[in-house]
């Protein structure tokens, strides 16, 4: 983490200010998503997200298999709801429009640091589960790794960050 360096495309990218509210949320699981996160986290944190008025941003890497499933439900959500990227090169840009985000644990971590966004990690493998950056004193919600049970905890962790706001901001002070 001392040495890490954000692609280029960052150097010009606006970090966050703290917001007293929650608008949006980026949603990405990295170039693969090989498990389908993407979908599931989506279709977990929907209702909640709807209620509390926050946009969804998902980004999607060029290798996701499900890209078109996704884009065909996708189509019934509301336009001004939901956002769905494939295949960026311009992350740095999303990022800038997003206060939280739910990530899987690989270079998307250093990003969202640079860029002052706190977010609930899900590990996608084994490799990533050693990956020790995305913890508590560095502004993140880790998750042990994907299990039955991950949608119930990123929902309730999402909840927790949107509606205390004095969480919200120890974490994105981190």
């Not at 001392?2 to 150097?11: G, H, P, Q, T």
């Not at 703290?18 to 090989?34: A, C, N, R, V, Y």
């Not at 690989?106 to 977010?119: D, Q, S």
Request: hydrophobic share 35%; with cysteine.
């Amino acid at each position: 983490k001392r040495y890490y360096f954000v692609r280029d495309e960052f150097n010009d990218a606006k970090p966050h200010l703290f917001k007293p509210k929650i608008d949006s949320l980026l949603i990405t699981f990295g170039g693969t998503d090989q498990n389908d996160l993407t979908r599931k986290i989506l279709f977990t944190v929907r209702e909640y997200c709807q209620r509390k008025g926050i946009k969804i941003f998902v980004v999607t890497g060029s290798g996701y298999v499900h890209y078109e499933k996704l884009k065909k439900e996708a189509e019934n959500f509301d336009k001004s709801f939901l956002e769905v990227t494939h295949a960026t090169g311009v992350m740095s840009r999303i990022m800038e429009r997003t206060p939280v985000a739910i990530a899987s644990n690989g270079r998307t971590v250093y990003e969202l640091a640079h860029m002052n966004i706190p977010g609930i990690i899900v590990p996608v493998n084994k490799r990533e589960k050693t990956h020790a950056f995305a913890n508590k004193k560095n502004g993140f919600f880790p998750l042990k790794g994907f299990n039955k049970n991950t949608p119930s905890e990123v929902l309730k962790t999402l909840a927790e960050l949107v509606e205390d706001e004095g969480l919200r901001k120890k974490y994105f002070e981190r």
